[in-house]
């Protein structure tokens, strides 16, 4: 089945040690995005793709950082991790952005800082 | 960036009975509307997509309306499994992605 790959679905790191989270998708989508959840709130976006174009939110901390390789894979390194990035991180795929198509999610890679 | 603004909940139903929430959205030219199902701790699942003259999958039944910017959900006949987080998205014009809103809590009683 076609779907969207999340890696590690659990993620441990120490405070400040750099952490890559991975997604891959085989839905062929143009777009990938990354978002953050954290409990009881919304999925914030942090950037995404669309095919090798990088688009950042305004409000995306530098600390984040992310490659998107080929069409099929995307990674999300957190450069420098601090307690309040403790969250879920989701991957989501899509044929186009807005309403060219609703995004497909990946199962999330929860991940904690100790 | 627009609003998107939804109740949290919960909403405590017992099985059998019928349910809507609503959703409302401050950028009247959004053009895209979804519902997705958030179970605890999973990812975002899409429901159904909302167009301008309504639509039905089964028990489900969004609607929207564009006058007073608000999308609605309708579950009918709940079963203990709609126990779930139902999220609003929205695509606002001159933006390239969705807006989320923080979703509704609804919680199915035997």
């Known amino acids: 089945d076609a779907m969207v790959i999340q890696n590690p679905r659990y993620q441990v790191t120490q405070f400040g040690k750099p952490v890559t989270l991975s997604c891959s998708q085989t839905?062929?989508?143009?777009?990938m995005y990354w978002y953050q959840q954290k409990s009881s709130q919304a999925p914030k976006l942090l950037f995404h793709y669309y095919d090798k174009d990088f688009n950042n939110e305004a409000d995306t901390p530098d600390n984040f950082q992310s490659r998107r390789p080929n069409t099929s894979f995307c990674f999300l390194d957190i450069r420098s991790p601090g307690l309040g990035d403790a969250a879920m991180y989701l991957c989501?795929?899509?044929?186009?952005?807005?309403?060219?198509?609703?995004?497909?999610f990946g199962p999330g890679t929860r991940l904690l800082v100790l | 960036r627009k609003e998107v603004e939804q109740d949290p909940g919960p909403f405590n139903v017992p099985e059998g009975a019928t349910v809507a929430f609503n959703c409302t959205y401050s950028n009247s030219a959004s053009q895209s509307f979804f519902w997705y199902r958030q179970d605890c701790r999973k990812e975002p699942k899409l429901l159904m997509s909302v167009y301008s003259s309504g639509n039905e999958d089964g028990r489900f039944t969004a609607q929207l309306n564009r006058a007073s910017q608000y999308i609605s959900l309708l579950i009918r006949d709940s079963k203990l499994s709609d126990s779930a987080t139902y999220l609003c998205v929205v695509n606002d014009e001159g933006y390239s992605t969705l807006t989320f809103g923080k979703g509704t809590m609804l919680l199915v009683s035997p």
């Open positions: 989501a795929t899509s044929r186009d952005t807005g309403g060219g198509g609703a995004p497909y």
């Open positions: 839905l062929n989508h143009n777009v």
